[in-house]
């Protein structure tokens, strides 16, 4: 029986499997995914104050739908002999699908690394707030004034104080100047405090140090600096770009038997420009990639990835959020409007489970024009 195999339990994962299994209607086709871990996690909702809520048990989703969970890890791709190494054991497919996702860059020679907290597993945010749980008036300090940190630093400015550190002299500086008065007015609003055009170069027990040689007061440090996907990728292609991602094709194809998804493929989008490492883009990916491995066995017509205008929702806390459409980022909605669209999409994100035909469903429907909400559309 030929056989689908897939690499990774996030967003592109899943919805890569869900596509496969589309595709593969009432065909004689095996479909296989590969991951540690028995749920999905709803990354993206990491920073929110009960971790333990962003997760989705990953029976609930591939089993209605005829998908085997592998729970393992995979260290080896051959392309050349078609078969993938999990756990030590080899696993032979026809077409593969590479969705293994990113990880958190972490500093190098940082001394006190060990003592970073980040939200960037669910293991990590249930770390951080474990460790903050039940102090009082906290001092934090976030690294990182990215999409991740700006996040992170107004959910923790609800229980203490915030210092939030950028080498950037902009807070914000790859979201480009659009929602920037926005989010500098959420920032004040809430007392975070900034340190720009600085790092942290030590974390001690209860501080850090600055580039300037301050220190500061800090029950906790969050590192948030950068992504960069999984090293799986090395394995299929020597042309990887900046973020480690391998290139592929409108159909998603990386080589003749491997597809590539979400945060490991750097997938053409609109306007010239590759896209992005988010869900918005991980979820369509998987569809896509899944759909294209299956009817590519089956002889079925393939489908082009054709992704829904770019957009960005980000939420400042107790200040509101943010919502901006196109590359440049132009703000449609902010402060409490902002929030409740960022709200609906953090609903949206968490998939059906138990039900086969909405899962399928769902898995056909790959152009989601964002936001989705009657009202806004005919605003």
Known sequence: MAHVVIIGGGFAGVWSAAGAALARADADLRITLIAPNEHLVLRPRLYEPEPDLAKVELSRFLGPIGVEHVRATVSTIDTGRRVVVADGVE??????????????????????AERLFDIDTLDGARRLTGHLRGIEDYSAVVVGAGFVGLEAATALAARGRVLLVDRSEVVGHQLGPGPRAHIEAALDELGVQ?????????????????????????????????????ELTRQVSGALDHLGRVPVDRRLRALPEVFAAGDTAAAPSDAGRTVM??????????????????????????RDFTPAPYVTCLDLGGAGGVFTRGWDRKVMASGAAGADIKRRINEYIHPPVDDAERILAAADQVYQALPFFPREEAA
């Open 91 to 112: 696993i032979g497919y026809d077409r593969l699908v590479l969705a293994a996702g990113s990880r958190l860059v972490q500093p190098r020679g940082l001394p006190g």
């Open 277 to 302: 490492q988010a869900c918005q883009h991980a979820t369509p990916l998987g569809k896509v990639a899944g759909y294209n491995a299956a009817a590519d066995l089956l002889g079925r017509p393939l």
């Open 194 to 230: 900034r340190r720009l055009s600085t790092t942290v170069t030590e974390v001690g027990d209860g501080y850090a140090v600055l580039s300037d040689g301050t220190e500061v007061a800090a029950d906790a440090v969050v590192w948030s600096v950068g992504l960069r996907a999984s």
